[in-house]
């Protein structure tokens, strides 16, 4: 019968021996470490203080915010009416993909108020086609994207604010795709218009007769 490996002066020493090792592996001075809790007092520093001040003329890094328009979309006193870069496909693809991920559950792919979340039970916010929507400033929309407004939480942590301009951007594309007035289309395009109206007008009708 095979004995254990604990058992007989060599099984025992092996034993020992790894205690020992698991022992030294655990040390102390790991968890005891010369550090300040955070609002603890402190000895060392003249004020009493362990947290110590921003060295003076120093910003962190990503900080430097010298662009007011950019980072708060204000022009003086007042929201801009202006964007701080160009508007390019580039920034509007990143606005849809930026707008799809943090907009839409609330305001919903389209900007009409039926988002994901509106459906279980959230308050619905108004749709982008409303008057008084389609005629605020894109500094304000930056705005409330930034800061937050009545329910709307605010998102200043989570986007960027290039991020959040170019979410202003796609979300006057779909202000504009929503209510546009005719002239605002291109000549030639305005028959395109009238051909998607009868074909709408008919499907309807196709669609009321099966009825």
Known sequence: MTKPLTQGPLGRL??????LLTAAACRQDMHDQPKYRGLRGSTFFADGQSAR?????????????????????????DDAEVFPFPVT???MARGQERFNI????????????DGMVVRRGYRR????????????????????????????????AQVPPADR????????????????????????????LDENRTAAAESHAAETERK
């Not at 092996?14 to 205690?19: M, T, Y």
């Not at 003076?56 to 006193?77: F, I, P, S, Y």
């Not at 979300?171 to 395009?189: C, F, H, I, R, W």
């Open 53 to 77: 001040p921003l060295v003076n003329n120093t910003v962190a890094r990503g900080q430097l915010k010298e662009d007011v328009l950019l980072q708060t979309g204000k022009n003086g006193q």
């Open 125 to 156: 916010p108004p749709a982008y086609s409303d008057e008084r929507i389609r005629n605020t400033t894109v500094g304000h929309i930056f705005d409330v994207i930034t800061n937050g407004f009545g329910a709307m939480p605010d998102y200043e």
């Open 102 to 113: 943090y907009c839409s559950p609330c305001h919903g792919r389209t900007g009409n108020g």
């Open 165 to 192: 301009w170019a979410i202003v951007a796609y979300v006057k594309a779909l202000q504009l795709s929503a209510y546009a007035p005719l002239e605002t289309v291109p000549a030639g395009d305005r028959g395109k």
């Open 14 to 19: 092996v034993f020992a021996s790894a205690l």
């Open 89 to 91: 496909d580039a920034v």
